[in-house]
T-cell receptor
Framework: GQQVMQIPQYQHVQEGEDFTTYCNSS?????IQWYKQRPGGHPVFLIQ?????EVKKQKRLTFQFGEAKKNSSLHITATQTTDVGTYFC????????FGTGTRLQVFP | SAVISQKPSRDICQRGTSLTIQCQVD?????MFWYRQQPGQSLTLIAT?????????ESGFVIDKFPISRPNLTFSTLTVSNMSPEDSSIYLC????????????FGSGTRLTVV
């Protein structure tokens, strides 16, 4: 399957700052999922988006699916040290294909 | 969501040997998936394990190197054969409970170091 690119690869922020990771595909996706992997842990499902232009919120996290369904973003407002980890987007056909990931480091 | 028990959690192995990783799921699932995560990298799908048929391997992965068993709807094993240091990675199993909207559930992973 095609690879989905994420930017940035790494992001270091001060606690309280906002953070955004972007997920880009060259082709239209039927859905996008987001996962968080804490250091030393395994990926944990956060959310799934399926509709063009869809926006979903989970507390300080806002997820968006682009109008063309080729890109997605995850925005964290006022980061906390508990947000540290790698955030992956992924798309699901009959199998789950992961994006390249963005590693977030939060300094207190 | 499903609960997956994966073992071993970590191992250090000599090159040329083989390691078998086990995953047990607490519910019946049609497909189980095996991933590799090299240090600092994303997850790469190795193969899809279907009960009652041979596993389906992704490009770059072959059955001789990564034989998979799927004896029933709750269990699967992945063997890493004839290991070399390049096989040092985290290996994860995963399931997708279709229709639950809970995404894929992952085992806790096996951290393999080949020396």
């Amino acid at each position: 399957g095609q690879q989905v690119m994420q930017i940035p690869q790494y992001q270091h922020v001060q606690e309280g700052e906002d953070f955004t990771t972007y997920c880009n595909s060259s082709t239209t996706l039927s859905n996008i999922q987001w996962y968080k992997q804490r250091p030393g842990g395994h990926p944990v499902f956060l959310i799934q988006l399926v509709k063009s232009g869809e926006v979903k919120k989970q507390k300080r996290l806002t997820f968006q699916f682009g109008e063309a369904k080729k890109n997605s973003s995850l925005h964290i407002t006022a980061t906390q040290t508990t947000d540290v980890g790698t955030y992956f987007c992924a798309y699901n056909t009959d199998k789950l294909i992961f994006g390249t990931g963005t590693r977030l480091q939060v300094f207190p | 969501s499903a609960v997956i028990s994966q073992k071993p959690s970590r191992d250090i192995c000599q090159r040329g040997t083989s390691l078998t990783i086990q995953c047990q799921v607490d519910s019946q699932v049609t497909m189980m998936f095996w991933y590799r995560q090299q240090p600092g990298q994303s997850l790469t799908l190795i193969a899809t394990a279907n009960q009652g048929s041979e596993a389906t391997y992704e490009s770059g992965f072959v059955i001789d190197k990564f034989p998979i068993s799927r004896p029933n709807l709750t269990f699967s094993t992945l063997t890493v054969s004839n290991m070399s240091p390049e096989d040092s990675s985290i290996y994860l199993c995963s399931v997708d409970l279709a229709g639950t909207n809970y995404g894929y559930t992952f085992g806790s992973g096996t951290r393999l170091t080949v020396v």
